[in-house]
């Protein structure tokens, strides 16, 4: 079964980093864009960064040049480093991945990984 795992959330202080890896898996004949989204508790679930299979990336305002994401392509991967952290960065995180399988191309989602900013 296809699913996408994330890893890396946890508890850092405010201006430290993080990163987040996600790592996709199952009958996975390519992987087309990835993603990274966040949503916090009372918000809607925010599209921070993507990047396309030729590699062209793109952020939300909220994180530009802080946060930079990155692809293993051989190792079905997606990674997003973290930089110079707020307290309003603190969410849930969630890999997302268009992916073709033998099944045809679907869009995923991982389960989440928790990102607390704080002192």
């Known amino acids: 079964q296809l699913k996408l795992v994330e890893s890396g959330g946890g508890l850092v202080q405010p201006g430290g980093s993080l990163r987040l890896s996600c790592a996709a898996s199952g009958s996975i004949l390519g992987i087309y864009a990835m993603y990274w989204y966040r949503q916090a508790p009372g918000n809607e679930r925010e599209l921070l960064a993507s990047i396309t299979s030729s590699g062209n990336t793109n952020y939300a305002d909220s994180v530009k040049g802080r946060f930079t994401i990155s692809r293993d392509y051989a190792k079905h991967m997606v990674f997003l480093q973290m930089n110079s952290l707020k307290p309003e960065d603190t969410a849930v995180y969630y890999c997302?991945?268009?992916?073709?399988?033998?099944?045809?191309?679907?869009?995923?989602w991982g389960q989440g990984t928790q990102v607390t900013v704080s002192s």
């Open positions: 997302n991945a268009d992916v073709l399988s033998p099944r045809g191309k679907s869009n995923y």
